[in-house]
Structures are given as structure tokens and as C-alpha cells.
């Protein structure tokens, strides 16, 4: 199975929210999110928490792509600034780059942008490695 079949398959809220990796290596993620009905607040405007997920879904993919044999990665802060907003029926793009990259963390920054490229968020996050 290729690396990015792998990566869309092994998240299941990313996979329910609908996140599709489009890219992926130790240096960049990149991926994008079709705003649904569904998964937006009662403005058809994307949720908070959507963006929040999202976001976290792809630096922690970056995190993890970084990690030594046999270990493993998870969350320990994330920071998010709205800055605009995502319709209904759009689609959304997420860049995520490291901060830095350590044995025992990394750090990520992820933009995520509108269709018509106005930022709708960044989002920081610290990843620990376990």
C-alpha cells in the first residue's frame, strides 16, 4: 500500500471528517478538507473544531513521519488562530511545516486557507514523541 493510502486509512476521525492527504514527507504536509454541511456551524460556515482537527491531523502526520523506529507520537498542545472563514461547498487547503524537530518533540505550524486563498486559520501544535 503506498504512503499516502496508508496515511488517509490509519486516521479514523480524519477519515470521517473527510481530510485527504495530498502530500507528505519529513519537511511538509499538505492537504485539503471539503467543507460539508455537516461539518460546519448553523451559518454554513466550517466549525471551529473541524479547522482544530484538521490541522491537527496533518502536523501530526508530520510528526509521525519523523519519529524513530517503534515510536510513536501524540499531541500535547495546539494553538489556533481564526482568521476568516470557510463556506459551505468550498474546499479547504492545509499546509503544515515543522517548527522544529527534536528527540523528544516537534513542533508544527499549519495554514490553512479558503479557495480563494485568504487564510482562514493557523494552527501551532507541539507533538511529544512516545
Do not use: Y
Request: glycine letters at 10%; a neutral charge; hydrophobic letters at 40%.
Amino acid at each position: 500500500m503506498a504512503l499516502l493510502d496508508q496515511l488517509n486509512d490509519s486516521q479514523p476521525l480524519a477519515k470521517l471528517l473527510g481530510v485527504e492527504i495530498i502530500e507528505a514527507d519529513k519537511s511538509r504536509v499538505l492537504g485539503r478538507l471539503k467543507v460539508r454541511e455537516d461539518i460546519c456551524t448553523s451559518w454554513n460556515t466550517l466549525h471551529g473544531g473541524a479547522v482544530m482537527a484538521f490541522a491537527d491531523t496533518l502536523g501530526a502526520t508530520g510528526a509521525f513521519l519523523n519519529l524513530p523506529e517503534g515510536a510513536g507520537t501524540t499531541t500535547m498542545e495546539s494553538k489556533t488562530n481564526f482568521i476568516g472563514r470557510a463556506m459551505a461547498g468550498t474546499t479547504v487547503t492545509g499546509e503544515s511545516l515543522p517548527i522544529h524537530v527534536g528527540r523528544r518533540s516537534s513542533v508544527w505550524q499549519t495554514r490553512i486557507t479558503a479557495e480563494d486563498g485568504k487564510l482562514v486559520a493557523v494552527v501551532t501544535q507541539t507533538q511529544l514523541v512516545l
